[in-house]
């Protein structure tokens, strides 16, 4: 091991002495995606309770149409890729359109 790190010029595998903190505890958007993902539910959960319905899937509408924009614009080696992006995209900005069509009926009331 020795051999290796003073032939390496003294610095180990896979070490940036140019790195900035961002890129240590982050190296990719995966992490602080998973986080907002969940800030999200928690969010659209905490409305639907304290305030209404409506606002709750308006809230949801707008976190599908962001995250389908960052999908797009964001490089592979940064997000999952199990499916195609085009694919991704698509499917959250139809169920953005959808939940925001829907939104407005969110506090309707069934009479029977």
Request: charged share 15%; proline share 4%.
């Amino acid at each position: 091991m020795v051999g290796r790190l003073a032939a390496g010029g003294g610095k180990a595998r896979g070490h940036d002495a140019n790195a900035t903190l961002g890129t240590v505890i982050f190296p990719t958007w995966r992490k602080p995606t998973v986080i907002a993902v969940c800030l999200l539910v928690l969010a659209v959960a905490a409305i639907a309770i304290l305030v209404d319905s409506r606002s709750a899937a308006w809230l949801l509408a707008a976190g599908l149409a962001i995250a389908a924009a960052l999908r797009w614009f964001a490089p592979e080696r940064d997000v999952l890729d199990a499916r195609g992006r085009r694919f991704d995209v698509t499917v959250m900005l139809i169920l953005a359109v959808a939940i925001a069509v829907l939104a407005p009926w969110g506090n309707a009331v069934v009479q029977g």
